[in-house]
């Protein structure tokens, strides 16, 4: 049984930091190319960053280029998002997804906000 559980949102100021964390299992993580998506409030779901099965290639939404980071430890079947200087519009619901599968984890709350 494929699942995707993600942690580590949570409120923060404009400005600061937070890293997201999704631990995989079910299915060959270190075979697989990842995402991370968000929902902000009254939106559908976008494609905020993935990455290939091995960690070499990585893509980003425009808005977040240069201010989040996504990466991967496959020995521990583990994704990443590090998000840096938030600002509101980074307020959301944040998914980590496996490439090519609908296998979505539950979401993690963003909020940010002073």
């Known amino acids: 049984q494929v699942q995707l559980v993600e942690s580590g949102g949570g409120l923060v100021q404009p400005g600061g930091s937070l890293t997201l964390t999704c631990v995989a299992s079910?299915?060959?993580?270190?075979?697989?190319?990842m995402s991370w998506y968000r929902q902000r409030p009254g939106e559908g779901r976008e494609l905020v960053a993935q990455i290939g099965d091995v960690g070499f290639t990585t893509d980003y939404l425009d808005a977040v280029k240069g201010r989040f980071r996504i990466a991967r430890n496959n020995g521990l079947n583990t994704l990443y998002l590090e998000m840096t200087k938030l600002t509101p519009e980074d307020t959301a619901v944040y998914f980590c997804?496996?490439?090519?599968?609908?296998?979505w984890g539950r979401g993690t709350q963003v909020t940010v906000s002073s």
């Open positions: 997804k496996r490439n090519n599968y609908q296998n």
């Open positions: 079910g299915f060959p993580f270190r075979q697989s190319g």
